[in-house]
């Protein structure tokens, strides 16, 4: 008889972080759009690896990645919410709506 090493499997990088219900949206002087910066976990930075993008909302997309963790945000006054999708370096991803907070750079 063979004694078999039984591993725990792994727990999907999903199920370890949550999506911070905010973004952090820098508008500087003169631009209408601005870089919204997506954290986890009470504002960590999102881990190795992942990535996000904007979930769609019917056809109409109001981001565009512009980094691993930034969206460029055409309209942030008009559009108060995204509907953000973190992708992660296992493979697995996770959903969450942001509230958009505007920070007006001098």
Do not use: K
């Amino acid at each position: 008889m063979a004694d078999v090493a039984v591993l725990p499997a792994a727990i999907p990088e999903a199920e370890q972080h949550n999506i911070d219900p905010w973004c952090e949206v820098e508008i500087a002087p003169g631009h209408l759009g601005g870089l919204a910066i997506v954290t986890v976990d009470g504002g960590h930075p999102l881990p190795r690896g992942a990535r996000v993008e904007e979930a769609l909302r019917g056809t109409r997309l109001a981001a565009a990645p512009v980094a691993e963790s930034a969206l460029w945000v055409a309209s942030p006054r008009l559009v108060p919410t995204l509907r953000l999708r973190v992708l992660y370096a296992d493979g697995s991803s996770n959903t969450a709506d942001a509230t958009l907070r505007l920070h007006e750079n001098a």
